[in-house]
């Protein structure tokens, strides 16, 4: 059983950064996504990462401000923030890949609790 746990997570002024961090326990995970849900909206894909590191994208929204990368070593999967936006404040959840569209969060399973970003304008 595989259990995913988000961390790196808070309050931040616009235009500031933070880097997530989502860590395994149980056994590797294979590809990993990472997505985001507001109040009163729907979850959205955010960044997808193979197990092998490449293929990596981002979502248009964060496109240039976000990377997602991987330490295999450390089972653990990281999204840095940069220059950030209020509109970027939601709760961070990342996911296992299982297959079909990657940016489907129904395709996606073992979700952690999420981590919650709050940026201020």
């Known amino acids: 059983q595989v259990q995913l746990v988000e961390s790196g997570g808070g309050l931040v002024q616009a235009g500031g950064s933070l880097r997530l961090s989502c860590t395994a326990s149980?056994?590797?995970?294979?590809?990993v996504g990472w997505f985001r849900q507001a109040p009163g909206k729907e979850r959205e894909f955010v960044a997808h990462?193979?197990?092998?590191?490449?293929?990596?994208y981002h979502a248009n929204s964060v496109k240039g401000r976000f990377a997602i990368s991987r330490d295999n070593a450390e089972n653990s999967v990281s999204l840095q923030m940069h220059s950030l936006k209020p509109e970027d404040s939601a709760v961070y959840s990342c996911?296992?890949?299982?297959?079909?569209?990657?940016?489907?969060?129904?395709?996606?399973w073992g979700w952690g609790k999420g981590t919650l970003v709050t940026v201020s304008s």
């Open positions: 996911s296992i890949y299982s297959a079909g569209n990657d940016e489907d969060a129904i395709n996606y």
């Open positions: 149980g056994r590797a995970v294979r590809s």
């Open positions: 990462i193979h197990w092998s590191g490449s293929p990596a």
